[in-house]
């Protein structure tokens, strides 16, 4: 039982191109999201599926999109990268009912843009 | 405006010392509040509070809720260097599943 994976770990990348942060989750969890991480600035949601087939905003969705590919794997996707996208993400899972509250987080992806 | 707030954002205390953790909120139709201890990767969870008033205790880790004067505290005695990491006040609205978090407490326990 891994619980959360993602990759990769770390990733530099140049303005402008493209990647694609996967998670994947072995919990059977319906809810999964996406974080991310500054200093000083807590943990921001990105985006995330409250459950397999549907995506909604967070916070701050400038700047990426999402995939459920299906209920164990949630996709982000960085189009075009901006160095204010430097920041470390996060992904996360929950499961269904008041318990289903608490989330449990990946390990986290360390992305530089240069 | 931010809607959880953490204080203090930064505290050093020496091993032995007991500290309390500070998280006030303001939203409507609060659900549950979250504690998690971030060390060096993800969050790891503490607690969860829904009622006011019953302490949560793990170890030297106890939180309590205030739901009518809206603010959670968590305490940590005898402290030790491993307890040194970033907490985490996390809560959840209504019947939406996601968590709005605070900025963090970063906790350094010298030896």
């Known amino acids: 039982n891994a619980g959360v994976t993602q990759t990769p770990k770390f990733q530099v990348l140049k303005t402008g191109q493209s990647m694609t942060l996967q998670c994947a989750q072995d919990?059977?969890?319906?809810?999964m999201y996406w974080y991310r991480q500054d200093p000083g600035m807590g943990l921001r949601l990105i985006y995330y599926s409250a459950s397999e087939g549907t995506t909604d905003k967070g916070e701050v969705p400038n700047g990426y999109n999402v995939s459920r590919l299906n209920k164990r794997e949630f996709s982000l996707r960085l189009e075009s990268a901006a160095p204010s996208q430097t920041s470390v993400y996060f992904c996360?899972?929950?499961?269904?009912?008041?318990?289903?509250?608490?989330?449990?987080f990946g390990p986290g992806t360390r992305l530089t843009v240069l | 405006e931010d809607k959880v707030v953490q204080s203090p954002l930064s505290l050093v205390v020496h091993e032995g010392d007991t500290v309390t953790l500070n998280c006030s909120y303001e939203?409507?139709?609060?659900?549950?509040l979250l504690w998690y201890k971030q060390e060096k990767k993800a969050p790891t969870f503490l607690f969860m509070l829904t009622s006011s008033g019953i302490e949560k205790k793990s170890g030297r880790l106890s939180s309590i809720l205030d739901k009518k004067e809206l603010f959670s505290i968590l305490n940590i005695t005898a402290t030790q260097t491993g307890d040194s990491a970033i907490y985490l006040c996390?809560?959840?609205?209504?019947?939406?599943?996601?968590?709005?978090f605070g900025k963090g407490t970063m906790l350094l326990v010298s030896p």
């Open positions: 996360a899972s929950t499961g269904a009912g008041l318990g289903g509250d608490t989330q449990y």
């Open positions: 996390a809560l959840t609205q209504g019947g939406y599943s996601t968590l709005t």
């Open positions: 939203v409507t139709n609060f659900r549950s």
């Open positions: 919990m059977n969890h319906n809810s």
